[in-house]
């Protein structure tokens, strides 16, 4: 049984647009929620984090909403970049463990 | 500074031969993670480490996966009379201290059993 979902395989958003990746999760005891990138050949990479306590964190052009009533996260991405095309992973962190999705592939149209 | 680094970076090899693949954390890193994950998933905890000594085995598959850390830093994942099932990219994760989700991956390990 899948707790951190990831339902969308793969988005492709204009350069300059809003990238939205969405997330779902099934357990309420989850700590923080985290997402990675990761680009081909290499491993994943830390990009934003959320503590299960807060509903939004910025960084730069990355925002992520968390509403813990629907069980639901999102990553934006404003304003998307060529360089932001990746592989982006949703990951739930409690006692020590990585619970991760399946990943959504970000193609960036220029 | 250098990531965290794995060999090999691929490994084919028969069916019921054994396989050992190594992590390199990033130097001074308390915790070591092993991940396994299958084409089109995430990753997939298998096991952790803090400094030598092991914290968590339940992700392992069964017994014929095992890890070790003697000197708590370089790790050693071995899989013996390897399946094919067991085929998947296996990485490793380091974090500068326990119990953190702040984890900084290796390249991976692709392992092919044919």
């Known amino acids: 049984d899948q707790q951190v979902k990831q339902n969308s395989p793969s988005l492709s958003v204009q350069e300059g647009r809003i990238s939205i990746l969405n997330c779902d999760y099934t357990n309420s005891m989850f700590d923080y929620f985290l997402w990675y990138k990761k680009y081909p050949a290499e491993g994943p990479t830390f990009l934003i984090s959320i503590s299960s306590i807060k509903d939004k964190n910025e960084d730069g052009r990355f925002t992520v909403f968390l509403n813990k009533s629907a069980k639901h996260l999102s990553l934006h991405i404003v304003p998307s970049q060529p360089g932001d095309s990746a592989v982006y992973f949703c990951a739930s962190y409690s006692n020590y463990q990585l619970i991760w999705g399946a990943g959504t592939k970000l193609i960036i149209k220029p | 500074g250098a990531g965290v680094s794995q060999s090999p970076r691929y490994k084919v090899t028969k069916r019921g031969q054994d396989v050992a693949l190594r992590c390199d954390p990033i130097s001074g890193h308390v915790s070591l993670y092993w991940y396994r994950q299958a084409l089109g998933q995430g990753p997939e905890f298998l096991t952790y480490?803090?400094?030598?000594?092991?914290?968590?085995k339940s992700g392992l598959p069964n017994d014929r996966f095992s890890a070790e850390r003697p000197e708590g830093s370089i790790s050693t994942l071995t899989i013996q009379r390897t399946e094919q099932r067991d085929s998947a990219m296996y990485r490793c994760?380091?974090?500068?201290?326990?119990?953190?989700?702040?984890?900084?991956f290796g390249p991976g390990t692709r392992l092919t059993v044919t």
């Open positions: 480490f803090n400094y030598e000594a092991q914290q968590d």
């Open positions: 994760a380091s974090s500068p201290r326990p119990d953190t989700y702040e984890q900084y």
